[in-house]
């Protein structure tokens, strides 16, 4: 998880399980804690924020293309607005949940394929 709050990491998490994952995750906040979470083992999807300090969501999803293979990318934000939502699905980010409907990340999750 690509997320500066560890709370939101925790209701995140929980969502996931409350859906019927068993979520294994890492919590990362900068592009450098990203670049080195993704060399240390491989990644079956990324849940990021839209933003962070000194960090975006368009800064994780690139760098997650610069890794290697195309590991599913999910912005879960709690500022959903259609013109950011715009800019993601321009760049390539294919799903988008609200940090106030968590209760639909499961169903969006099994929708791009993770944990299949």
């Not at 709370?7 to 969502?15: Q, S």
Request: proline share 6%.
């Amino acid at each position: 998880m690509v997320e500066d709050s560890e709370n939101d990491a925790l209701l995140i998490a929980d969502a996931l399980r409350r859906g019927g994952y068993t979520p294994r995750w890492t919590r990362v906040e900068s592009a450098a804690e990203l670049r080195a979470a993704l060399a240390r083992s491989p990644w079956q999807a990324i849940l990021c924020d839209w933003r962070l300090p000194g960090f975006s969501a368009l800064d994780a999803f690139a760098i997650c293309r610069e890794s290697g293979p195309e590991i599913p990318f999910l912005i879960v934000s709690g500022s959903p607005d259609d013109g950011l939502a715009a800019v993601a699905a321009r760049a390539g980010i294919r799903a988008w949940v609200s940090k106030n409907h968590l209760e639909r990340l499961p169903r969006v999750v099994a929708e791009l394929g993770i944990g299949q």
